[in-house]
């Protein structure tokens, strides 16, 4: 197969039938972004060193990391949504039905972060990501 070929079965448009399915491939999807950007946030964390002064702003940093990345990784899934998944919907009922998933996939990504995320603080509560609640 060329790029072409390939290119032309991407943008194919999806009805009515194939919404069911993409509808909760999107979910799944918004939770496995949730969980890739808990695992940079962890890494981002795990990276700033511990302050060792009366007051130590290494906590903050932390914290302020997290609800970061707790802001972007949504606005990035929307934008995923809109951008390259949406177009690919034919008009009409199918657009309809896949409309309000659209916008509660975003809502998806951001609460299992960060229900995830006070889960993982509070289990290593003396570890570098236990400072982000």
């Known amino acids: 197969m060329n790029t ?17 399915g993409l509808i ?13 950007a808990l695992g940079v946030a962890i890494l981002i964390s795990n ?8 007051k130590p702003k290494d906590p903050r ?13 949504p606005i990035l899934f929307y934008g995923y ?18 409309f309000m998933t659209s916008a509660l996939s975003p809502v998806v990504t951001l609460v299992t972060y960060v229900v995830v995320g006070f889960l993982l603080a509070k289990i290593f509560k003396t570890k570098k990501i236990g400072t982000w609640f």
């Not at 072409?4 to 069911?20: A, G, H, P």
């Not at 949504?81 to 690919?88: A, D, H, K, M, S």
């Open 4 to 20: 072409l070929t390939i290119l032309n079965l991407i943008q194919q448009k999806l009805s009515l039938r194939d919404i069911d």
């Open 24 to 36: 909760t491939q999107t979910y799944v999807f918004a939770v496995v972004v949730a969980i890739v």
């Open 47 to 54: 990276s700033i060193a511990f302050e060792f002064s009366e």
């Open 61 to 73: 940093k932390r914290k302020i990391v997290f609800w970061l990345i707790a802001i972007i990784s």
């Open 81 to 98: 949504n809109l951008f390259l998944v949406t177009p690919n919907i034919k008009k009409g009922p199918a657009a309809a039905e896949f």
